[in-house]
């Protein structure tokens, strides 16, 4: 069966550092994957996604990045942060299932808290 | 361009209540549709889904209609209980390739014992 993985579960980092968050997935081959932020309280809003190895899609313009080194691996990082980067992060990943359905899938998520 | 809408939270009922959160969709074409729920200071997790008009989607007591004549799904359950007390997410897929998944604003249910 398919897992994904996420790490660190919470951080906390000040003004101005960078960061790196890292997700894994197993059990699957070539998946769709998404990085998501969370704001207190609000929805959704999707970050970045990949549908390979090193080939990333923004959604929004920020001062975050995003790479893809391995076919399961996609990370999130940022030479700076910003207070408005603090959040809950999620990453996901979707594959073709049954009946061509797509479904995605996501990760416990990390808490960033920026002070 | 695509959306979702969900009714907005908090919804707070009594243990065994019955459970109605409404999601109407705005898309281009014909999307798979789907519900996710989110436990406090987890991610989320795919509660239910349907692909097509008529299809019910069905897990843990909760159902789901696809309603293409009244674009809707809407998520039903018979009788709550306090640990289904989560964030609930109203979602879609359009079967195009690359395409990206939708997400509602979120219903936040509260179930009181």
């Known amino acids: 069966s398919q897992t994904i993985h996420q790490w660190p579960a919470t951080l906390v980092q000040p003004v101005g550092s960078p960061l790196s968050l890292e997700c894994t997935v197993e059990?699957?081959?070539?998946?769709?994957l998404y990085w998501y932020r969370q704001a207190a309280g609000r929805g959704l809003q999707l970050l970045f996604y990949s549908v390979g190895i090193g080939q990333i899609s923004s959604e929004v313009p920020q001062n975050l990045s995003a790479s893809r080194p391995q076919d399961r691996q996609f990370i999130l990082s940022s030479k700076k942060l910003l207070l408005s980067d603090s959040g809950f992060y999620l990453c996901?990943?979707?594959?073709?299932?049954?009946?061509?359905?797509?479904?995605?899938?996501f990760g416990p998520g990390t808490r960033l808290l920026v002070l | 361009g695509d959306s979702v809408t969900q009714m907005e939270g908090p919804v707070t009922l009594s243990e065994e209540a019955f459970l109605t959160i409404n999601c109407t969709y705005t898309a281009t074409g014909y999307p798979s549709l789907f519900w996710y729920v989110q436990y406090p200071g987890e991610g989320l997790q795919l509660l239910l889904k349907a692909t097509k008009a008529d299809d019910k989607g069905s897990n843990k007591g909760f159902e789901a209609t696809y309603r293409k004549e009244t674009t809707s799904f809407h998520l039903e359950k018979g009788s709550v209980q306090v640990s289904d007390s989560a964030v609930y997410f109203c979602a879609l897929k359009l079967d195009n390739y690359g395409q990206n998944f939708v997400f509602g604003p979120g219903t936040r249910l509260s179930v009181l014992p």
């Open positions: 996901a990943w979707s594959s073709w299932g049954d009946r061509g359905m797509e479904t995605q899938y």
């Open positions: 059990g699957t081959s070539n998946p769709n």
